[in-house]
């Protein structure tokens, strides 16, 4: 099939449109010390931030019958930019300690462990690895308890107590809802059982639907409208005078068999290769010693138009990470490559379950970065 015309990359909006900005708005509205409130949300004495894992901008855009209530709001709204690695550990980072990714440290699906010589699964997790310490920085929860304000994380139980749930949402009263319509319920409970709330609701759903069957798929399409649903009872159940935000950590695009490239399968990509990271829509690639120059050049040789390649201190110069704190830099791939259109960077022998899914996701395109930033007012 023939490749898309060639695009600039969209660099996420930190500081001043991104995931990060908005949480950090939503703190700061509700009197959160330590937080600017750069989107300009109004003052509320509760909060209610719905995040849809999956949901992105143009998906969005492109279904209205599908989300009749969410497509509403979008018609007054404009994107925000998710951040980089557009992917799900990452802008949940994002959300929860309203930093970019060069200041939480969690860079990735897979990233290397410095002084380790292995990869950290942000989703899998290590018992290894402390989540306290790999994710230093305080979370909105913890601020938002020392400001007296209540804060809750409503989400699916299975995910209670793992590492990513240990790093991001330390602070928070987890509440365990494995329903949409329990989702909902424990949601406008929590609210209205508070004077002052911060409170994020999560649903994974439509990103796994994505994976499987495609963006746009009727499967996909008929999770949408369950989304849509869910946003509308979270809606109805808000006490007066509370708002709720609405957004998702990335978009998805579809990626077809042509549009795959196996790294285990073109021997120039793997040589001088000690690691190979990230997902793949969004890869940290780990050197040999002495060998990022000869993998800089051969993954550009290989890849050409088919994605952005550029070595670590040019990402991180050219912003796609945020400020970096130099203690997390190592984290960060020797080169990374970022695919442009919907082409895949898979390796079909060291990661079988990743190389198979249909929708992906992480990369610096529109369909992945620009996530929708609705406001619904309240009651």
Avoid at 7 to 23: C, E, H, M, T
Avoid at 60 to 78: C, K, M, Q
Avoid at 349 to 364: I, N, T, W
Wanted: net charge negative; proline share 7%.
């Amino acid at each position: 099939m023939p490749l898309e015309p060639r695009q600039n990359p969209i660099v996420p909006s930190y500081g001043a449109g991104a995931l990060a900005d908005l949480s950090a708005s939503v703190a700061a509205s509700v009197g959160i010390p330590g937080y600017q409130n750069v989107l300009g949300f109004a003052p509320s004495r509760r909060a209610c931030v719905l995040v849809v894992d999956g949901l992105g901008w143009e998906q969005l855009r492109d279904h209205p019958a599908a989300a009749p209530f969410l497509s509403e709001l979008a018609s007054n709204a404009r994107p925000i930019t998710a951040g980089f690695p557009a992917t799900t550990v990452t802008s949940l980072a994002s959300l929860c300690t309203g930093s970019p990714p060069g200041q939480h440290g969690m860079l990735g699906y897979q990233v290397l462990e410095p002084g380790e010589g292995r990869l950290l699964n942000g989703l899998r997790w290590d018992s290894r690895v402390d989540p306290r310490t790999w994710q230093p920085r305080r979370t909105i929860y913890q601020r938002a308890a020392d400001a007296g304000v209540a804060a809750f994380h409503v989400a699916q139980g299975s995910f209670r107590g793992t590492g990513l749930t240990k790093a991001l949402m330390r602070g928070a009263e987890y509440l365990a809802a494995d329903s949409m319509g329990a989702l909902a319920a424990r949601a406008a409970a929590a609210l209205a059982g508070n004077p002052r709330v911060f409170l994020m609701v999560y649903h994974g759903d439509l990103d796994g639907t994505g994976h499987v069957f495609g963006v746009g798929s009727d499967a996909w399409r008929n999770q949408l409208a369950h989304v849509d649903k869910l946003a509308e009872q979270l809606a109805g159940g808000l006490p007066p005078g509370c708002p709720m935000y609405i957004t998702a950590d990335h978009g998805m695009v579809d990626v077809g068999p042509d549009d795959r490239v196996d790294v285990d399968a073109v021997a120039e990509l793997r040589a001088g290769v000690a690691l190979l990271g990230g997902e793949p829509r969004a890869r940290h690639v780990y050197a040999r010693p002495g060998a990022t120059a000869d993998v800089l050049a051969a993954w550009r040789e290989v890849l050409g138009d088919r994605a952005w390649v550029l070595p670590r201190d040019e990402a991180i110069k050219e912003g796609w990470f945020g400020p970096v704190d130099g203690e997390l830099a190592e984290r960060i791939g020797d080169v990374i490559a970022a695919p442009a259109g919907t082409t895949a960077i898979v390796a079909t022998h060291a990661e079988p379950r990743e190389s198979a899914l249909f929708g992906m996701h992480g990369s610096l395109t529109p369909s992945e970065q620009l996530v929708p930033g609705l406001v619904f007012a309240g009651q």
